[in-house]
C-alpha cells in the first residue's frame, strides 16, 4: 500500500509538472496583439492597407481600417489622436496641411503614386488643346504643379525658372500663347462627374477618383504624370510614431516586394508603386 502511495504521489507530481509546462508553452506561443487604426481613402489606400492585414496580424498587429471621403479629416483626426496613422497624401499635401494648421505631422514613408492625368471629350492629346479652351481643375492647391508640368511639358504653357514645381500656382505662368482659362475651384472627388458630364474642354483628375468612377488612365486619359514624379502617397503619423514598432511593421509590410508588385498588377499600372520590385 505505501509503495501504491508512493508510486500514485510521483506519479502525480509528474502529471502537474506536464500540465505546467503545457501552459507554458501555450502561453509563451501566443502572440500579443497591438491594434492601430489607420484612415484611408477608399481606392487605393484602403484597399492595400487591407492586402496586408493577414500578414501583420501574423507578427501581432490588428489593422484596423477607417474610410474618409475626403482630404480634410484624415488629417485633423490624427492630429486629434483618433487615429494611429494615415493613408492618403503626398508629402507636398502634407507640408501645407502643417504649415496651415501648425501641425507637426510627419511621414512614415512612401507607398505609391497616384499618377495625375488629364482627361477630355474633345481632345486626343494635351498637344492638340486649342486657343482659348477652358482647363478644370480641383481646388486641391498642392496638385497645381502637377498638372502646370503636364501643361509645360506639352508646350502650351511656361512657368517661372527656379520655382519650386510643388509650391507652384497658376499665378507661376509666365506665357500662355493659346490664352487657356484656367478654373479651379471644385472638390477632387467631384472631378470624374464634373468630366463626365462633358464640362470644360480638359479635365484633371487624380488617379483615386478615376480609377473609383471606373476611368482607365492609361486608357481613357490623354496625359498622365510620369513616375518620377515627387508626389508619391506616404503614410503619416504624428511626430515620433513613426519609430513605433507597429508603424514599422506596418511600413514594412506595404514597402515589401510582394506588396509592391501586387500594387503594380492589381492597378494594371494605374497606380504605380514607389518602390522597385
Known amino acids: 500500500m505505501r509503495l501504491s502511495k508512493r ?47 493577414p500578414q ?22 490624427l492630429a486629434a489622436k483618433e487615429l494611429d496613422a494615415n493613408y492618403f497624401q503626398h508629402m507636398p499635401f502634407l507640408n501645407q496641411w502643417n504649415k496651415e494648421n501648425h501641425g507637426t505631422l510627419v511621414s512614415a514613408g512612401g507607398v505609391h503614386l497616384e499618377p495625375i492625368s488629364a482627361y477630355s471629350k474633345k481632345y486626343k ?46 499665378s507661376d505662368i509666365t506665357s500662355n500663347p493659346r490664352h487657356l482659362k484656367f478654373k479651379h475651384s471644385y472638390e477632387p472627388k467631384l472631378m470624374p ?8 474642354d480638359v479635365v484633371f483628375i487624380n488617379a483615386n477618383y478615376a480609377v473609383q468612377a471606373g476611368l482607365d488612365p492609361r486608357k481613357d486619359a490623354i496625359a ?6 515627387p508626389y508619391v502617397n ?18 514594412k509590410a506595404l514597402q515589401s516586394k510582394s506588396t509592391q508588385k501586387w500594387i503594380y498588377n ?12
Open 193 to 200: 462627374t464634373i468630366y463626365k458630364q462633358g464640362e470644360g
Open 7 to 53: 508510486v500514485l504521489g510521483v506519479l502525480g507530481v509528474a502529471a502537474t509538472a506536464v500540465l505546467l509546462v503545457g501552459c507554458g508553452s501555450k502561453s509563451s506561443s501566443s502572440k500579443k496583439m497591438t491594434t492601430i487604426t489607420v484612415g484611408a481613402s477608399a481606392v487605393p489606400h484602403a484597399q492595400i492597407l487591407k492586402h496586408v492585414q
Open 224 to 229: 498622365t504624370e510620369k513616375k518620377s514624379s
Open 234 to 251: 506616404i503614410v503619416a503619423v504624428r511626430k515620433g510614431d513613426q519609430n513605433k514598432p507597429a508603424i514599422k511593421k506596418l511600413m
Open 56 to 77: 501583420l496580424k501574423k507578427e501581432g498587429v490588428n489593422l484596423k481600417i477607417k474610410v474618409f471621403q475626403d482630404y480634410v479629416m484624415p488629417n485633423k483626426a
Open 125 to 170: 492629346s494635351l498637344k492638340d488643346v486649342k486657343d482659348g479652351s477652358t482647363i478644370l481643375v480641383s481646388s486641391n492647391t498642392p496638385d497645381y504643379g502637377r498638372v502646370l508640368t503636364l501643361l509645360k511639358d506639352a508646350g502650351l504653357i511656361k512657368i517661372k525658372k527656379g520655382i519650386d514645381i510643388t509650391t507652384a500656382n497658376f
Open 266 to 277: 492589381h492597378y494594371k499600372g494605374a497606380v504605380l508603386p514607389a518602390k522597385a520590385y
